[in-house]
């Protein structure tokens, strides 16, 4: 078992504390087996080694870092006060040695157990360096009292700023680790909530695709008997005067179920923008809030899923307006529909020339088929944003009157269209490559809208160089 994220720190601290005991134990126990040739201290040496090895094995292996702590730290303090009356006692290295165990405590400790280790190596340090003033004559290798009063006071004063910089530091790290797993769990709980909207919406999504699908299938098998049932009334029309009766009622079913469907598609659309605004909402929350980089990047593709299923809804949008389309309102200019798509669509971002000309003389500026226009050139622009990937965008957009039409013409400098592919970019859900990032329904919105115009449309394109669409009809 790995340690968990919450003591990772004490964790490798630990075992580095263990394999250095494991290592000088038994460099140690080598130089007094070997070497010097005492029995006792080989012995202590090789009880040492095999003390931290179990101590290592129990926290590598076993995950018991929390149960070994307080046992370590005790192990540590009885070993170094063997050291310490057994090699020389006050000293530079058994100091050193000291400061090195006073920082294994306070990193390794928990907040409650690290008072009373404190405590314990405040009282052990009195002690020790009372025994040299005691037995300063016996084991002591400072024989100046001067300069042992001297070495004692510093060594007091050094543990002690010691001690209060590294609780200083250990306490604002401990501070923030905590706000750091605070903000972890706050954002595992935000993400798991993402993503189970997220399966609701794509849930939802597959739900009326299915029951559009259903839909069309029952709206082909209507149509293919309606075409029978007037073939047959064609041909019995003198002895069957109550088919009429059948067909009226089964067009009425048809026309029903057209309905329904329309009024499914709209109702759906527009339930789902509800869920998709707010996630959208909650993104723009995340953008400012988070620092983390990789929870950022999954706001991203939250945000950028969102956005792409937006895009879809309102081409849903479209149709259903091209559907319910009436030509006794006024609609918006066309220069306030240029502003809107160049807000929308253009001024965010960077690298985009967007050249308009608008030239109109005895066309009503507020003409209801502006709507329509509207949809067309929304489609338009979009396609040309999606389907460029050079460094610089362009894109020339011109409306003009003359003789009585008016030509709307629009070209950028994308990808442009293979000629294989003209025939079919019209089609519903058509889509030129897998890499496509479009959803198949822009240029068939924006035929539906040509056809209800009466208009005629043309395309023109070489690929890596341009495209151009023409669009005329009469004032």
């Known amino acids: 078992m790995r340690p968990t994220h919450n003591n990772k720190v004490e964790y490798k ?3 580095t504390a263990c394999l250095i005991g494991i290592i000088v ?19 202590i040496e090789a009880s040492n080694m095999f003390i931290f090895l179990f101590f290592f094995y129990q926290v590598k292996f076993k995950n018991r870092l929390q149960q070994m702590l307080t046992p370590f730290l005790v192990v540590v303090l009885i070993i170094f006060n063997v050291i310490w009356f057994t090699h020389g006692g006050l000293n ?12 294994l405590v306070i990193m390794i400790s928990t907040p409650k157990s690290r008072p009373v280790f404190l405590t314990l190596i405040c009282f052990n340090l009195i002690i020790f360096t009372a025994s040299e003033f005691i037995f300063r004559d016996n084991n002591s290798q400072i024989k100046d009292i001067e300069f042992l009063i001297e070495s004692s006071v510093t060594l007091f004063i050094s543990f002690g700023v010691c001690s209060y910089f590294l609780l200083y530091f250990k306490k604002h790290y401990d501070l923030e680790r905590e706000l750091v797993n605070k903000q972890n769990f706050e954002l595992d709980a935000s993400n798991s909530e993402i993503e189970a909207q997220n399966e609701e919406l794509v849930q939802y999504q597959e739900e009326v695709m299915a029951q559009r699908d259903f839909i069309e299938e029952k709206n082909k098998i209507l149509e293919l008997q309606a075409i029978e049932l007037e073939r047959v009334n064609d041909e019995n029309r003198a002895i069957n005067a109550t088919l009429e009766k059948t067909v009226t009622e089964r067009t009425k079913k048809l026309m029903d179920l057209n309905n329904d469907l329309d009024l499914l598609v709209y109702r759906s659309s527009h339930d789902f923008r509800r869920p998709l605004t707010t996630l959208m909402g909650l993104y ?15 706001f991203n593709k939250v945000n950028s899923t969102a956005q792409n299923m937006d895009k879809m809804l309102l081409k849903f949008f479209m149709l259903y307006n091209i559907n319910h389309f009436r030509t006794m309102t006024e609609s918006n200019t066309l220069s306030d529909i240029i502003e809107k798509i160049d807000r929308r669509l253009i001024s965010r971002k960077k690298d985009i020339s967007f050249n308009h000309k608008l030239e109109l003389y005895t066309y009503y500026e507020k003409d209801a088929r502006n709507s329509l226009i509207e949809i067309i050139l929304e489609n338009l622009v979009e396609n040309s944003l999606i389907y460029n990937h050079k460094a610089h965008i362009e894109i020339d ?3 003009i009157e003359k003789d009585g039409m008016i030509r709307i013409s629009l070209q950028d400098n994308g990808n442009g269209i293979p000629a294989s592919f003209r025939g079919k970019v019209f089609d519903m859900y058509f889509r030129g490559s897998t890499l496509s990032q479009g959803n198949g329904l822009g240029l068939y919105v924006t035929k539906r809208a040509v056809d209800l115009l009466n208009a005629t449309m043309t ?3 070489m690929e890596d160089e341009f495209t151009s669409f023409s669009i005329v009809f009469n004032i």
Do not use: G, H, M
């Not at 530079?92 to 920082?103: D, E």
């Not at 723009?284 to 999954?298: G, P, Q």
């Open 397 to 399: 957009l011109k409306i």
């Open 284 to 298: 723009e929350i995340a953008r400012l809030t988070v620092k983390d980089d990789l929870s950022r990047e999954l």
């Open 92 to 103: 530079l290295a058994n100091s050193l040695k000291f400061l090195l165990i006073l920082l």
């Open 25 to 43: 134990s038994l460099i140690l126990f080598i130089f007094d087996a070997l070497v010097v040739r005492e029995i006792i201290p080989s012995v």
């Open 459 to 461: 395309l023109d394109s």
């Open 13 to 15: 601290l630990f075992l």
